[in-house]
């Protein structure tokens, strides 16, 4: 009996040692699980330090309780980010592999170029490279509206790459004005189809400096 009671004590012992030991280190600022690193990977070196700023408020966490509704919050906030994976490297690291959205067009807000991210944000255009190959978006219509369109588009066998500029009017009808010069005046529905049909009839060379115009149901219409 006398022997249960020691074990006891023993096991008490040892714990308030423990806990005493890493409150007296995190009081010293000597955490060994406290977070002094992250590894970024997927962005380039300028939007990693971004986020590494973002994530300081993280370094007060000790690796076991990270805060991850702020980690998330700052991750998903970030107008350059698809999806992310975070994983711990103790004692001390994060490890953050982040999938970069692409970027589909370019879009003009009162003088400044932003880039359309698949994921549904938009980023200011400094200088990332081939984004002058990238369409560019008039009309101001919200993102949505805009993923729409490009969702359709794919679905068609319309080539994308081969849009110059898209046009989007108040009325929810688009234009698109292709790389070689063709005008396409597309209809409010049946986008899908009507770009299928529009697609084989990109395959004649006669065709540049045209206006293709498919407002009217069921018609395809050219026109200089």
Known sequence: MHQKKSNKIFIYLFFFVILGTLNNLKILNLDPFRITNFQ?????????REIEDDLNNLSEFNIFF??????????????LTETFNVFKIYPSTLNIQIKKTNFLARL???????????????????????SE????VFGNPNIEQFLKIF??????????DDI????????????LEMKNDI????PLDNLEVT??????????????????????????????
């Open 108 to 130: 003009n807000i009162s003088g400044d170029i932003y880039l359309i991210g698949s994921n549904g944000k938009i980023t200011k255009d400094y200088l990332l490279s081939n």
């Open 151 to 160: 969702s359709i588009i794919g679905l068609s066998n319309f080539r994308y």
């Open 164 to 175: 110059k500029n898209l046009f989007f009017y108040k009325s929810g009808r688009v234009d």
């Open 66 to 79: 990270t805060d991850k509704i702020f980690l998330k919050s700052v991750l998903k906030s970030n107008s």
């Open 183 to 186: 005008l396409i005046k597309l």
């Open 195 to 224: 770009l299928k049909n529009i697609s084989q009839l990109m395959t004649n060379d006669q065709l540049s400096n045209k206006i293709i115009d498919a407002r009217v149901s069921n018609q395809i219409i050219l026109y200089d």
């Open 133 to 136: 190959k990238l369409p560019f």
């Open 40 to 48: 970024i990977s997927g962005l380039d070196k300028n939007y990693k």
